[in-house]
């Protein structure tokens, strides 16, 4: 991994990936970032918030349109990376859909949609970054979940794909240690996103805000996460001050996994 200017930021000389970057985690990450001297590469479907975010942040962001789903998609993307700003140190694969429903009531359609962007999405992005970061060294962060390590009511689909992001993170750890390259998971509760306001609004319309505080006061800090929270997380994990850290699972929670009863 290029040497960091201490002077420029914790990040300063170096190229991270973002995906999933328009909203959400991936936009506060991208930001988080930026101010620390990186240039980045953003990743995401939604074209229209993507470019606005790119432009936003300055000549140090380019925006890629790019669904993770697709693997020949992301290949031509990473090449595109590597040609107009450089090959990657950091990857941030943060990337993903959730679905609410238990087994018996999850189709196979909604599997099936699931799997392609939370796991297939992850796996194209570790295979194309791996490979930009092989004999260079690198950081590679997966956004998993407390569903990943505890059982959460009828969350099937999504707690499917992020304990497979876990231990995709765990095998990308053990097999590329000794090239450099660490890789490491956060695992968030609930944090306040525009899907969790869009979450509120298609399920219990007339009652988001009463809602949201219920869900807010079920964790034990009595609160929702913030964006912000999860992205100095996950710039620590891609920064200097983590090289001695990797296949580490590290939850961003309120307490929620400490305390579940």
Do not use: W
Request: hydrophobic share 45%; proline share 4%; charged share 20%.
């Amino acid at each position: 991994m290029r040497e960091a200017n201490r002077s420029g930021g914790r990040l300063a000389g170096r190229v991270a990936v973002v995906t999933g970057a328009a909203s959400g985690i991936g936009k506060a990450t991208a930001e988080r970032f930026a101010r620390e001297g990186a240039r980045l590469a953003l990743l995401d479907v939604n074209e229209e918030a993507g470019a606005a975010l790119a432009a936003a942040i300055g000549p140090s962001a380019v925006f890629y349109a790019c669904d993770v789903a697709d693997g020949a998609a992301v290949r031509e993307t990473f090449r595109a990376i590597d040609g107009d700003l450089a090959p990657p140190d950091a990857l941030v694969n943060n990337a993903g859909v959730s679905h609410v429903g238990a087994a018996a009531t999850t189709s196979e359609a909604d599997f099936d949609r699931v799997y392609r962007v939370n796991v297939k999405g992850a796996y194209h992005c570790l295979r194309a970054a791996l490979r930009s970061m092989l004999g260079r060294g690198g950081a590679i962060v997966n956004m998993a979940s407390t569903v990943s390590a505890i059982g959460v009511p009828n969350r099937f689909a999504y707690s499917m794909s992020k304990g497979a992001v876990l231990t995709m993170t765990l095998s990308v750890a053990c097999d590329y240690v000794r090239e450099g390259i660490r890789c490491n998971a956060i695992a968030p509760a609930r944090v306040h996103t525009p899907f969790v306001d869009g979450y509120l609004a298609k399920y219990y319309p007339g009652k988001e805000q009463e809602t949201y505080d219920q869900l807010a006061a079920a964790q034990p800090v009595g609160r929702m996460g913030t964006p912000e929270e999860v992205a100095a997380l996950a710039l620590y994990l891609c920064s200097d001050e983590a090289a001695f850290v990797t296949g580490s699972l590290f939850p961003i929670d309120g307490g929620a996994m400490l305390l579940r009863p």
